[in-house]
Each structure stands twice: as C-alpha cells, then as structure tokens.
C-alpha cells in the first residue's frame, strides 16, 4: 500500500474550521484516498473519501490536490466532539479483499 | 445506519486460557475483518474473511487464532491460549463488496484483558 504522511497532532478551537494535511506523493492511479478517525474509546468510524475531485458529505470535505499527491481532510465547524485521531489512508481499487492499513494519523485537540 | 456489533465490550481472562470475541457484521456484508489496538498503539490487520475461509492473514495472526462465521450472522475471533500480549482491543469490520472505494464499517470493539 502506497504510503501518507500526517502531522502526529493538530489543535483547533471549537466552531472554527479545521485543515488535516496529507502526504501521499507515490500515490498510484488507482489508490482511494479514504479518510477514518477515531474517537477515544471507540471503533475507528469512515468519515470520507475521494479518487480524483473534492467530495463533501454531512461530516466533512476532502479536497484533493490535482496532482493527488496530497489531499486536506475539512472540517467546517470544529465542535468537542471532533476530537479523535484521523486517519488518512490509501486504498487501491485492485487490492486484494481491501483491508485498512492504519497508520499514526493525526490526533486533532478542539480547544473550547 | 446499519452497525457492526461485538460482544462482550470487556472480556477478561487468565493467560493461557481460551476466549471467544464474537461480533454480527452488517447483514447483507460479504467480507468480514478483524483487527487489534494494544492500548496507545496504532489499528492493526489480523484477517479477512470471504466465502467461508481466509482470504489474507497478518503476521499477528498465528496459529493461536482463528475465525469463523459459525451461523449466518455471527462472525467470531477465537484465541486458543492467551497471552499476556494479546491484551488489546479487537475490533471487528464488515464491508458488502471488495473495492478501493467501499467504506468499511466497524464495530465498537472487544476490550480483551489477560491477567
């Protein structure tokens, strides 16, 4: 699997919008890129995902940079309940029975 | 929306001893998953399952483990003889078809503490 970097930790306050960057320069042309996150003691839970253009749905935007070499996950209006660790991650459409690799992910404090 | 259950949320066991994590993936969901924390790490892959066996295993998943789906809704992990090591959390996945851009569902996870 084609590998993403993220910051190991992000702070925002809340009702302010949120930018998570990711790194993902050998991307393939059939990678997803799917974001994930993780509130404190729970399951990790899908939030969103992208191949070529911006997506939005009721939880978040993703923006994907036209290389696709990178992609910012949005949050518009970051409350308490946002924080949780995110998880950026690639997905190929050809991979084998599509297993998620986590990886670090990026720990998003929301500051009331 | 359809979620992916697991029981019990805490199991706790005596090492050496045999423990049984069961979860009931969404019903329609064709691929089964399980995966593991250990407390302040990162997810990792155990195994996939399709069509009734194994469709990829992770080197975690040694011949102490194995899974099933022993009726139409049940998806279980079964740890032979528990290790101190295999304390963690174990979460359990479910996706209706295999594709790049199939978002997977999982459940709240197996707290699993070996004394």
């Known amino acids: 699997d084609a590998k993403t970097t993220q910051p190991n930790s992000m702070e925002s306050n809340e009702e302010e919008p949120v930018h998570l960057p990711c790194n993902h320069s050998t991307i393939s042309g059939t990678d997803y890129i799917h974001w994930y996150r993780q509130l404190p003691s729970q399951g990790p839970e899908y939030v969103i995902h992208?191949?070529?253009s911006n997506v939005n749905n009721r939880m978040a935007s993703l923006a994907i940079a036209e290389d696709r070499k990178s992609s910012t996950l949005i949050l518009h209006r970051a409350t308490l309940r946002d924080a949780a660790v995110y998880y950026c991650?690639?997905?190929?459409?050809?991979?084998?029975?599509?297993?998620?690799?986590f990886g670090p992910g990026t720990s998003l404090s929301v500051i009331p | 929306e359809p979620e992916v259950t697991q029981t019990p949320s805490h199991q706790v066991t005596q090492m050496g001893q045999e423990v049984i994590l069961r979860c009931v993936p969404i019903s329609n969901h064709l691929y089964f998953y399980w995966y593991r924390q250990i407390l302040g790490q990162k997810v990792e892959f155990l195994v996939s399952?399709?069509?009734?066996?194994?469709?990829?295993k992770s080197e975690i998943f040694d011949d102490q483990f194995s899974v099933e789906r022993p009726d139409g809704s049940n998806f279980t992990l079964k740890i032979r003889s528990t290790k101190l090591e295999d304390s963690a959390m174990y979460f359990c996945a479910s996706i209706r078809e295999s594709s790049g851009g199939t978002k997977q569902f999982f459940g709240p996870g197996t707290r699993l503490t070996v004394l």
């Open positions: 992208g191949l070529t």
């Open positions: 991650i690639l997905r190929d459409v050809k991979t084998s029975y599509d297993k998620v690799i």
């Open positions: 399952f399709y069509n009734n066996e194994i469709s990829e």
